[in-house]
Nanobody, 125 residues
């Protein structure tokens, strides 16, 4: 199993940047493909970005391509989401998630048995 703890959320103005981090427990972090999801009030949880075990492959929702970057450091058991040019529609609770098996379906919440508690991102002037 793996336990995930997110940090780095907060209040930012439109156009600003935030860096979210997800710290994972355990010595097998490098075996888990990882992803970030977000959930706005009254909406379903949606995929934001994903990254393969070694970090070679990354995946993004169309709404964040070119603005967000996902990365991981397997030596430090962390995955990071760098968010630039933030918009009001980026606001929500951001969750880090881990899946056991790589392959298609990074955007499917059902493929992720492990979730963090979430960190709030507010984009407002």
């Amino acid at each position: 199993q793996v336990q995930l703890v997110e940090s780095g959320g907060g209040l930012v103005q439109p156009g600003g940047s935030l860096r979210l981090s997800c710290a994972a427990s355990g010595r097998t972090f490098s075996t888990y493909p990882m992803a970030w999801f977000r959930q706005a009030p009254g909406k379903e949880r949606e995929f934001v970005a994903g990254i393969s075990r070694g970090g070679r492959n990354t995946y993004y929702a169309d709404s964040v391509k070119g603005r967000f970057t996902i990365s991981r450091d397997n030596a430090k058991n962390t995955v990071v989401l760098q968010m630039n040019s933030l918009k009001s529609e980026d606001a929500g609770v951001y969750y880090c998630a881990a899946r056991r098996i790589d392959g298609s379906g990074y955007d499917n919440t059902g493929n992720y048995p492990y979730w963090g508690q979430g960190t709030q991102v507010t984009v407002s002037s």
